[in-house]
């Protein structure tokens, strides 16, 4: 199956700097990347959706000026979490559509490894 | 009412046992159906996909969509401790549209 690559799996930071988190597509070209975000035995949260070339779409109550979402080419979307606080502390995992393939309609969603951030 | 009902469990099966999992939902929109598998600490992996109702099998796995009844399940046979882990399911309407998920269900395969 198609294979998203996330990085760094985990990250450890101080309250205050940024962290980035890239995610990849190794084995197609994704125009749309989606973000999540998973509290401990809850489900994924999406947060927003990245557009290639464009600026993403955020979901309600997701500060964008807070989670800055680049997809600079076909194969990679970047997730910055800025000024990070304890509560920002998460699973931020990331998610792409393969493209159509051979005229079959499909709507699988292939998902990283996950990042886990934790903000001291 | 939430669009896609998931119970958390925990669930427990011993090993061999028939396990049964489901989701109902509450939008007839849905088409797209899904069931993902995910460790501890990890990404989701998809495990089934199926496109309006019926049944789907692969493996010891069967996912089985009644649309008239707005009820997916998914069904795994002889069932081994590595498939202890939480099941998410998933759907949407469109192919491009927003995924929505459950909670997921954690399942323990008791040795």
């Known amino acids: 199956g198609a294979v998203v690559s996330q990085h760094p799996s985990r990250v450890i930071c101080k309250s205050g700097t940024s962290v980035k988190i890239e995610c990849r597509s190794l084995d197609f070209q994704a125009t749309t990347m989606f973000w999540y975000r998973q509290f401990p035995k809850q489900s994924l949260m999406l947060m927003a959706t990245?557009?290639?070339?464009?600026?993403?779409?955020?979901e309600q109550g997701v500060e964008k000026d807070k989670f800055l979402i680049n997809h600079a080419s076909l194969t990679l979307s970047t997730l910055t979490v800025t000024s990070a606080h304890p509560e920002d502390s998460s699973f931020y995992i990331c998610s792409a559509r393969p493209p159509l393939a051979g005229g079959v309609n499909t709507g699988e969603l292939f998902f990283g490894e996950g990042s886990r951030l934790t903000v001291l | 009412q939430k669009e896609v009902e998931q119970d958390p469990g925990p669930l427990s099966v011993p090993e061999g046992a028939i396990v049964s999992l489901n989701c109902t939902y509450s939008n007839s929109a849905f088409q797209y159906f899904m069931w993902y598998r995910q460790y501890s600490r990890k990404g989701p992996e998809l495990l089934m996909y199926t496109y309006s109702s019926g049944n789907k099998e692969d493996g010891r796995f069967t996912a089985q969509v009644d649309k008239s009844s707005k009820y997916i399940s998914l069904f795994i046979r002889d069932s081994q401790p590595s498939d202890s882990a939480t099941y998410l399911c998933?759907?949407?309407?469109?192919?491009?549209?927003?995924?929505?998920f459950g909670k997921g269900t954690r399942l323990h395969i008791l040795p």
């Open positions: 990245s557009n290639e070339g464009s600026k993403a779409t955020y």
């Open positions: 998933a759907m949407s309407a469109e192919r491009d549209d927003k995924i929505i």
